[in-house]
């Protein structure tokens, strides 16, 4: 049975019509056609799917859409300020800390949380803190090099 819930994305207020038991992932993917989080493992393990939920880093392939009316959601593409990208996507280009970049956007994701609670990490607090996101290309040195540059540009901004 179908209800209507109404969801903060982004900014932006959206009405679906979902069961509560459906996931975050599909709703923005089929309803909202935010297709930035990926569908990886579809069981929390993986990291494509990372949203942040009231600014914390969560998976949205397991967390139903009924958890989450009442809250703020952000995707990869509400990380951007208008033609501007957040300073983690544009270290993420600069580090070319992508190869295939299905990972990328919950990498993103995770790496926004993770920076708010821990503005100046070091390599090793950053490597530990992605240890959640499966990247099968191998670009881990260079996603740590990203999210180290982007920490560094936002203290000396």
């Known amino acids: 049975m179908a ?7 982004n900014g932006r207020p959206y ?11 599909s709703v923005l993917r089929d309803q909202l056609d935010l297709t930035g989080s990926k569908y990886g493992c579809g069981e929390g393990q993986c990291g494509a799917c990372t949203v942040l ?3 914390n880093a969560r998976r949205s392939c397991i967390t139903q859409v009924g958890s989450v009316d009442q809250k703020q959601i952000t995707t990869i593409e509400g990380l ?3 033609d501007r990208l957040h300073p983690l996507q544009e270290a993420f280009l600069e580090e070319e800390a992508m190869q ?3 990972c990328t956007s919950g ?28 990247c099968r290309c191998g670009t881990h040195p260079r996603i ?4 180290l540059r982007a920490a560094k540009s936002a203290n000396h901004s």
Do not use: W
């Open 3 to 9: 209800q209507v819930t109404k969801l903060n994305v």
């Open 15 to 25: 009405t679906i019509d979902a069961a509560g038991d459906t996931s975050l992932l």
């Open 53 to 55: 939920i009231d600014g």
């Open 80 to 82: 951007a300020q208008g």
């Open 100 to 102: 295939c970049a299905y």
């Open 107 to 134: 990498m993103i994701m995770t790496a926004v949380s993770f920076l708010r609670a821990n503005p100046n990490p070091s390599a090793a607090d950053i490597s530990h803190s992605m240890e959640g996101n499966i």
């Open 144 to 147: 740590v090099a990203a999210v």
